[in-house]
Structure formats: C-alpha cells, structure tokens
C-alpha cells in the first residue's frame, strides 16, 4: 500500500483552499507530490508562475489555512516511531524546506519533536536544501563533524544538501520521489525506515 499520498493532504487541502478563489483547478494529491520540496513559496511559484499579482495573497492564504490544518490527516509513515526509539542514542535533527514554526508544530502534533535534538526550517538559515547551509548549521550546533554525519532523506534536495556538505546520504524510496530522483544517494532504503539501523550500525564499524 502506498502511504505518501496521507502526508501531502494536507498540504494538498491547504493549497487548493488557497488557489480556489483566484479561479484555479483544484489539484490531486499525485499533483501536488510532483511539487513539492522546495519550499512554500517555490510551490505556489510552480503552479501559477513567478509574476502573478496574487502571489502574495495566495501564500498567506495557504499559510494561515495549512498551519490551523497542519495534521489533520498527516501521521508518521510506518515504523518511524519504532526506529526513532531505537536511534535514541544518536543525535537527531529535523533539516526541512518548511518554514521552523510549521515544522514544530507538525512534530509536536505527531508526538515526534522529542525524539529531535535540533530542527531546521526554511527561514532558519539564510540558505535552504538543496544548500549545504541548513546541515552545516546543524553539524556546528551538534558538533558533528560531516564524516560522523548521515543525512537520511526523499527527495533530490535532500541528497544533493548531504553530498554538498560532505556527509553520507542515504534515500528513502517509500516517500513522494522515485529511484531516478534519490539515484546520486550513497545509500538506497527501499521498503522500510527500519532498514536504517542496521545500515547505521555498519557505517559506525567502518
């Protein structure tokens, strides 16, 4: 069974809601899946284009719809939670293209925050993924050298963030993406989060 399509609902929801009164087709969760990634603002961008008048408009509407809507239907895909109770020795951050408050909150909604020691959002830094800048952020507030550090990721920005910051990546294709897109990762996780343990435990030995 495909899960991807429960996480993108809602931002599915918030962006129609958005897009309606300006006379916008509604779009399907498929739609939106081959979106996403780059940001809020990117993702208006990339359904109206980059000089219309109600940009503004629409990402505020999105905004205040999203973050009253923001778990309505998301939860955790299958296995996180184990996984991150299992991973709880290791140092943990949150590196999204979501602005820093939408990020917490979503976290917090699923119960998910306290397993992270740091979470990075879009207006963190002043850079975002696919720039190195949001991880070496993180491995200077962890004090992780970018040997020590594995970025475990969905998408193409995410795998060209690591790699571009000098750290192993790792992708996994149960998410919105497909092989084609996570192909540069040094690591691929096919079916489970769960896969991440072991792969984790042989990196360290090597």
Known sequence: MAHWWIHLRDITRAL?????????PPLS???TMKLVGDGISRLIEKVIGEDRKEFEQIRQSFLDYYGKHIADHSRPYPDVVETLERLKDYKKAVVTNKREALARDLLRQLD???FFDLIVGSDTTEETKPSPVPLQYVLG?????PEEAVMIGDGSTDIKAGRAAGVRTVAVGYGYKGYEELKDADFFVKKSIKEVIALLKRLKNL
């Open 112 to 114: 998910l925050n306290r």
């Open 29 to 31: 969760n498929e739609q």
């Open 141 to 145: 507030r962890l004090g992780i050298s």
């Open 16 to 24: 129609n809601y958005a897009l309606r009164p300006f006379g916008y």
